[in-house]
């Protein structure tokens, strides 16, 4: 089957077919494998990548910005608050300027591609963020790829399954844990809604440890729920950070996010709150409970809480091949929406 997706936005994997995803993780890796290969380094030529940063990054900046110029074009990064933009809230207009509708047509005369990050500090409401990329969607013909919104970030995703697969192999029928984790960094929900829905789609067994007062946003569990269901595999929820650690367990994923009262009382009482709950941490007692488990991480890790420095740098730690395959990954949804590149699966 010949896949293409010219054209098409990435802002969830869920919104992608099996076979498109499955396509973008084998060009990934065929370009890892072969990172400037001629084939590759002209495609983008001459072209320009527009980012959008509402909220700072490490690793997505770089890894965009490098993807682009490996492709042969360029990325442009942008911050909207030194723009003259329309700002709403609860769709009253609390600063003049210009719409999304004007501002997205004009862009897509200038670029080949928009890339979009907006996390939960830079809305007022769960699902804002989401909503902004899908609006610029509407208005713009060159495809919108999520760089992280306020509940997606399909570019971790396919970068998590990615790191797993070259370490685990084939992840049908094997257990991933994704584990809440204390800290002080009061986190959103999208790597872990991106991580939890991908690896439900290619066929895992999905345990979601939390403490009470910590439960994902039900529209998500349900997709995850559906996901599992349709492959036959099984979809557990328990609130003990022990009992979550069994021998089963192929793939440990430590992270701390926010409860979903957080947009009421704000970042230091949420923090606070989560500071309290010190067992939430994977440590070496508990991963040496599973099947020689491999520890996940998005990054940035909070060090000494969701994670102990044993495990993040030990030698099951696969985050900073993760965190390279971004790079792989992002080159490929480029390579297909923008430049048009078909890929056989």
């Not at 760089?147 to 070259?166: F, I, N, R, T, W």
């Not at 792989?328 to 590149?341: P, R």
Request: proline fraction near 3%; charge should be negative.
């Amino acid at each position: 089957m010949l896949i293409d997706i010219k054209g098409k936005d990435v802002i969830c994997t869920q919104e992608l077919t099996l076979p498109q995803i499955e396509a973008l993780l084998k060009l990934a890796k065929e370009m890892k494998a072969d990172r400037f290969g001629k084939k590759y380094i002209e495609l983008l030529k001459d072209k320009t990548f527009i980012m959008f940063f509402f909220n700072p990054s490490l690793r997505t900046r770089i890894s965009f910005e490098a993807a682009a110029t490996e492709l042969g074009g360029h990325a442009q990064f942008l911050e909207p608050k030194t723009m003259r933009l329309r700002k709403t809230s609860h769709g009253v207009e609390v600063q003049a300027g210009e719409t999304i509708e004007d501002a997205a047509q004009v862009l897509d005369r200038y670029a080949c591609g928009m890339g979009i990050r907006i996390l939960e500090t830079s809305v007022e409401n769960y699902g804002d963020g989401d909503a902004l990329l899908r609006e610029y969607a509407r208005w713009m013909d060159a495809p919108i790829i999520n760089m992280a919104d306020d509940k997606y970030h399909p570019c971790q995703g396919l970068s998590d399954v990615m790191g797993m697969q070259e370490h685990g192999g084939d992840l049908t029928g094997k257990t991933v844990l994704m584990t809440w984790a204390h800290g002080a960094l009061a986190r959103s929900y999208c790597s872990v809604h991106e991580n939890l829905l991908i690896t439900s789609r290619l066929g895992m067994n999905v345990r979601l440890a939390y403490p009470k007062g910590y439960n994902l946003p039900e529209e998500e569990i349900e997709k995850v729920k559906k996901n599992c269901e349709q492959n036959g595999r099984k979809f557990e929820i328990c609130h003990d950070p022990d009992e979550a650690y069994t021998d089963d367990v192929e793939f440990v994923y430590s992270r701390n996010w926010f409860g979903p009262d957080f947009y009421e009382i704000g970042k230091e009482a949420e923090i606070e709150r989560a500071s309290k709950l010190t067992n939430w941490i994977c440590n070496e007692e508990r991963m040496k409970r599973t099947n020689n488990g491999l520890f996940v991480h998005p990054m940035p890790v909070d060090r000494g809480k969701e994670v102990t420095d044993e495990v993040a740098s030990g030698p099951r730690s696969i985050i900073v091949d993760i965190a390279e395959n971004r790079l792989h990954t992002q080159k490929a949804i480029m390579a297909m929406t923008i430049a048009g590149m078909k890929v056989e699966v």
